[in-house]
């Protein structure tokens, strides 16, 4: 199983991808796309074209996960636009919100703690 936490690096890919991909082929994107190592542990999230689901990738030291969430009804609402980037980061509190087909930056969340320099 994933656990998701705070300090994981967690990229959202912004275009949709053929979700007819397995491991191989999401970590091809993550290396040719959105110029990342796909080992580096990282979450990689992805949608497909319909918006009706999404995929999850990560490397935990010993192989890939690869998780894939599809709506039984309706499409992901929120997704980042084009102009944006190829990439975009989430924290885990926004991946959170987005596995449950909710706005991510519309959310009333705590701040995130940062450590005050001395």
Not at 1 to 18: R, Y
Not at 25 to 43: E, I, T
Request: proline share 7%; with cysteine.
């Amino acid at each position: 199983m994933i656990q998701i936490t705070p300090h994981m690096k967690i990229l959202l890919s912004v275009e949709p991808v053929d979700f007819r991909k397995g491991i191989d082929g999401m970590a091809a994107l993550c290396r040719k796309v959105l110029k990342s190592d796909p080992f580096s542990g990282c979450l990689f999230v992805f949608l497909n074209r319909r918006r009706t689901a999404i995929k999850i990738l990560s490397y935990d030291g010993q192989g890939f996960w690869l998780c894939q969430k599809r709506l039984s009804k309706g499409r992901f609402n929120w997704w980042p636009t084009k102009g944006q980037g190829v990439d975009k980061p989430l924290d885990a509190h926004e991946l959170q919100m987005l596995i449950w087909n909710g706005d991510p930056f519309h959310t009333q969340a705590a701040p995130m703690w940062r450590k005050i320099p001395a």
